[in-house]
């Protein structure tokens, strides 16, 4: 389903270095460095208004940073833009579901390639060969990717009427469909409840597992957290605070001071799984 193959070790796929960004007079994101690597699950979380997102932002594009660089391996993607990141292998989610309201499950998960399917005007009238042949593969891929995450018996659904769970893995199926080499899901388990939560987990769990994806998510049900990523890395007013495992930042003053609280201690990965890769 995927070009990217599940390699015995990790590197790293994306890299932002030093990112600054400035509004006005403010510094939303300071001196902003992390890397995500392949196989891996690592985590971004802060208080509210933090500059998580504006982060993802400006790692997928959306904002050209002040200072500092993004690279997907050794390409430069630092401002490109949104949709050259999107095809280069960088797909994200959103805090607020965006699906494309009045259209099918399926025709939002196609609606991903919607680049791909423009032909010539007159290949498309005369239904060329090679546009029927595309058609029907990026129609197969799209099937495949409702079927990974659960939704193949909805593909005729219209996408809003979906209930809220199924809405988050419609969103992650439809950046599926860009076949990337790094997802980045912003608060995908919003919403949820525990049920769906610890379906969500083993769908992302499953997406590295099985192609070798590198996956960055901010999130702020610290339980959710702590059980999925290898490494965390804390922001505080657009500056890291810290960066570490689960149990060193669960442990980390300047982490429980800012944002997790004293009780803490009580947010862990007691359930047993294994937080972060692959492996379960």
Known sequence: MFSSQLSEQSKILLRADNLTIRFGGLVAVANFSLTVPSNQIVGLIGPNGAGK????????GVYAPNVGSVFLEDVELTARGAHVISRAGVARTFQNIRLFAGMSVLDNVLAALSWQRRGTNLASLLALPTIKTREYEMMQHALEMLSFVGLADYADWEATSLPYGLQRKLEIARALMTRPRVLLLDEPAAGMNPTEKDELAGLVREIVRQHGLGVLLIEHDMKFVMNL??????????????VGTPAEIQKNPKVIEAYLGADSAQVSGADGSSPGGAQR
């Open 53 to 60: 997102t504006t982060v993802f932002n400006l790692m997928t």
């Open 229 to 242: 990523c290898a490494q965390l890395t804390v922001l505080d007013h657009g500056e890291v605070i810290a």
